[in-house]
């Protein structure tokens, strides 16, 4: 089992930044790929950024590209999201999540945090 906990959202005005936290506990979390997903009310959980358990390769969605930066600190056994640029439609509850496979599918990724609320005022 690995276990997941967000922290760092909150309320922000556009073109303003938030570091988004996930700390892992469990199971060797450098063996996980770590993902970051977000959900906005009346959509479907959406793709954000992934990592490599090495921290070597990353992908994120192209909504977010130059703008979002995901990283990870094995030792601390956290990953972060870092948040530049923010806008409107970032507004949504972001999840953390840890998978074997590397994928911008939710569905290969196993272990799920609660999600943190990110608000972003126009």
């Known amino acids: 089992q690995v276990q997941l906990v967000e922290s760092g959202g909150g309320l922000v005005q556009a073109g303003g930044s938030l570091r988004l936290s996930c700390a892992a506990s469990?199971?060797?979390?450098?063996?996980?790929?770590m993902g970051w997903f977000r959900q906005a009310p009346g959509t479907e959980r959406e793709f954000v950024a992934c990592?490599?358990?090495?921290?070597?390769?990353?992908t994120n969605a192209n909504s977010v590209k130059g703008r979002f930066t995901i990283s990870r600190d094995n030792a601390k056994n956290t990953v972060y999201l870092q948040m530049n640029s923010l806008k409107p439609e970032d507004t949504a509850v972001y999840y953390c999540?840890?998978?074997?496979?590397?994928?911008?599918?939710?569905?290969?990724?196993?272990?799920w945090g609660q999600g943190t609320q990110v608000t972003v005022s126009s």
């Open positions: 469990g199971r060797t979390v450098s063996d996980y790929v």
């Open positions: 999540a840890a998978g074997k496979l590397y994928s911008a599918n939710p569905r290969m990724y196993t272990f």
């Open positions: 990592i490599t358990g090495s921290g070597d390769f990353t």
